[in-house]
């Protein structure tokens, strides 16, 4: 191998000048998270940053780790660009950092330490042709628009309307500001400054990386392969297979027989790759890894569910793995058949495979650790038991859902709830969880009762809001809900067609008074407006009269949901009024089908938290905060002459209509921006001072 050039660099000195440090298209995708990686490194340089308070003439060093990167060819009329071979994570994660502290620190009295670190992570606009990007690191592979949206946005940052708010780096910025915000305290104090000039000059001065800098000539793929395991990585149920049976030798079992009848995830069905958020893992590791939560009631990261097990199996001496293999493969078998049960489009689904099949229309696992504890072979429990159990969470959760609340907390109650009732008597099993979920008092985590849900799906756009499998499945189970009146088998499950009543295009066949269109508009994504239908209309009777839509419907339907409609209309044409009745009674059966216990309401504790996060422009327009027909004008200097107009749903931009300020500037800057202190009022306040007095005024729920 060649010798190549290694050395100790600060930030300051790796990235202070006009350069361009590139992620690979090849190079996998920004994985890092925040128990694993995130809160260590924050309250490593925070520590830091404290300890140059107290002493500030005491020299500390904190390393970070070792990048490789290769220089690319030179070109006379470019900035020097670097490949990162390896180290990506890091770089990307310390370069998040530094924005998000400068976002939070940009305002005066601190902005020159801001811009300090802006220094560090986009180059000067001198040095970048016109409609380049400054951004000093740039990825090439899936991670480039999240990471060109956080790091180019203009603070305070509106992570919600970035391109995909559920990326890893998204959240990485987003967990930065957070823990940076609460640490710097009260921007009006002497203590804010020393404690952001302090931070500014660590990150820039007091960390330190190792780089090995190879030239464009060197063969970067034998210094990779060298620094990191050659080959495929395992995954870890191939990891916890190997342990596994690397054990039942030195317990003097027999391995091979072990394997053949016992060991489950040697088939098609478990090496399939299934999403997790933004990643594929194999069925088997992620079942693996749900086990482990419903042992062991913690909510375990992917990342670690192999050192968790064999944590777990090492932490007790007398436990032998060939006894517990039969209790996984019992419970994986369990797994296999409730997946493929819900995977069928006939035929009624118990409790347990209608929640497999309900999380699938969502894209969530949440639930998967609960039902693998409720049917733990060592502890066998009543079916009305799970059955209640089961009707509990789900309710917690559709409910949020519903709401489009945050679920990234939801992990960390399900497995508290399993840890706290690991062995509550069976007949009081379905009060405590139940109690338990009541209690919870944060807008993160809370369960919201009756008159919340109702009051946001009576004017919520529900076609527009929910994916087409997840409102699918509401609809369903609206229309198993009337089925069970008569006892009627559960409607099949063959992604049936979804159809407006009063059309998507009902200006031609369907037109109101010039008055009245913004009211029908805003009726035609209700709930009410939506049903079901065993086959599709065709375009043209789906668009036309009424009449002759209602007959169709009549002779193509078996779904009790249609057939309800029909007879709201026996004497009258279809309307916003029955859009509005029909809406009430859906909500009523999404109540019946998601309870809550008698008394609740979803209190919170911190309602500022949660009013702030509910309020839309349609809320100002109600309050008379704002009037349709207002005109709102852009705050920011490259846009001066931007403008939209209220409308009673949101704003509207040349014919474009936005339910969100954000989603309005993002139409001009094509990036993400906090669309509340983008737009301002025809006296200069900005949106973000209507919203906060619209606050003021309302009363706490």
């Not at 998040?96 to 801001?114: K, L, Q, Y």
């Not at 009060?431 to 809370?446: D, E, I, P, Q």
């Not at 809320?619 to 931007?642: I, K, Q, S, Y």
Request: charged fraction near 25%.
């Amino acid at each position: 191998m060649s010798i190549v050039e290694t050395h100790k660099r600060t930030p300051q000195q790796l990235f202070n000048q006009p350069q361009h440090f590139v992620i690979p298209l090849f190079q996998r995708a920004y994985v890092w998270k925040e128990d694993e990686q995130w809160e260590p490194l924050w309250k490593d340089v925070r520590r830091v940053a404290e300890l140059r308070i107290t002493d500030p003439s005491r020299e500390i060093q904190h390393f970070l780790g070792a990048v490789v990167l290769q220089a690319s060819e030179a070109r006379i009329d470019t900035m020097p660009t670097w490949n990162v071979i390896d180290g990506q994570q890091r770089l990307t994660t310390l370069q998040i950092m530094m924005d998000s502290v400068g976002a939070v620190i940009m305002r005066p009295g601190t902005d020159r330490f801001a811009r300090r670190l802006e220094s560090l992570t986009h180059n000067s606009a001198d040095y970048v042709p016109d409609g380049e990007s400054r951004l000093k690191l740039r990825h090439l592979n899936t991670d480039r628009t999240a990471f060109d949206d956080v790091m180019d946005a203009e603070p305070p940052v509106d992570y919600a309307a970035a391109t995909d708010p559920d990326s890893q780096i998204v959240k990485a910025h987003r967990y930065f500001t957070t823990e940076v915000t609460q640490w710097l305290g009260d921007a009006d104090t002497d203590a804010f400054i020393d404690r952001a000039e302090a931070l500014a000059t660590v990150l820039q001065a007091q960390l330190q990386l190792v780089t090995i800098e190879l030239t464009a000539a060197e063969n970067s793929q034998e210094i990779f392969e060298t620094l990191n395991a050659r080959g495929t990585p395992l995954t870890a149920a191939d990891l916890v297979r190997n342990f596994v049976f690397q054990r039942i030798e030195a317990e003097g079992g027999d391995a091979k027989r072990t394997y053949d009848d016992v060991w489950p995830f040697e088939t098609r069905f478990w090496a399939k790759e299934v999403s997790v958020g933004r990643y594929l893992v194999s069925r088997s590791s992620l079942f693996l890894n749900q086990w482990l939560s419903a042992r062991l009631g913690e909510d375990v990261s992917p990342q670690s569910t192999f050192t968790r097990f064999k944590a777990y199996v090492e932490h007790d001496p007398a436990m032998r793995v060939v006894d517990l293999l039969p209790i996984i493969k019992t419970q994986a078998d369990l797994y296999e058949s409730w997946t493929t049960k819900a995977a069928d489009v006939e035929g009624s689904l118990d409790r347990t495979c209608m929640a497999v099949y309900r999380m699938a229309a969502n894209t969530s696992e949440l639930l998967k650790p609960v039902l693998i504890w409720l049917h733990d072979p060592i502890r066998v429990l009543p079916g009305d038991v799970i059955d209640g159990v089961i009707g509990t969470f789900e309710s917690w959760v559709q409910r949020r859902q519903l709401l489009r609340l945050s679920s990234s907390d939801l992990g960390r109650v399900v497995a508290d709830s399993i840890r706290l009732h690991q062995t509550t008597p069976v007949d009081e099993l379905v009060h405590r969880v139940t109690n338990h979920l009541a209690r919870l008092k944060v807008t993160s985590t809370y369960w919201p009762g009756d008159a919340e849900v109702r009051a946001a799906l009576t004017t919520e756009l529900a076609y527009r809001r929910y994916s087409r499998a997840r409102l699918r499945a509401i609809l369903e189970a609206i229309e198993n809900d009337l089925r069970s009146e008569t006892r009627q088998p559960q409607v099949e499950r063959t992604k049936l067609p979804i159809e407006h009543i009063l059309p998507q295009k009902w200006r031609d066949t369907w037109p109101v008074a010039e008055a009245d269109e913004a009211d029908r508009q805003e009726h035609v994504h209700r709930l009410g407006n939506l049903t079901l239908l065993t086959t599709s209309l065709n375009s043209k009777v789906s668009n036309g009269a009424w009449a002759a839509k209602r007959d169709a419907l009549l002779r193509h339907n078996t779904i009790k949901l249609t057939g309800r409609l029909i007879e709201l209309t026996q004497e009258s044409e279809w309307n916003e009024d029955l859009i509005d009745q029909r809406t009430d009674e859906m909500i009523s059966a999404i109540l019946r089908v998601w309870p809550v216990p008698d008394g609740h309401v979803g209190e919170v504790a911190d309602p500022q938290t949660k009013a702030q996060d509910w309020v839309m422009v349609k809320h100002l327009v109600e309050a008379t905060f704002l009037a349709e027909g207002d005109v709102l004008h852009a705050t920011h200097r490259d846009h001066p002459d931007a403008t939209a107009t209220v409308t009673r749903g949101g704003l509207e931009i040349n014919g474009h209509f936005f339910t969100s300020p954000s989603g309005a500037s993002r139409h001009f800057r094509n990036t993400a921006t906090n669309g509340w202190y983008f737009w301002a009022v025809a006296d200069g306040r900005r949106l973000a001072d209507v919203r906060s007095e619209f606050l003021e005024a309302a009363p706490t729920r």
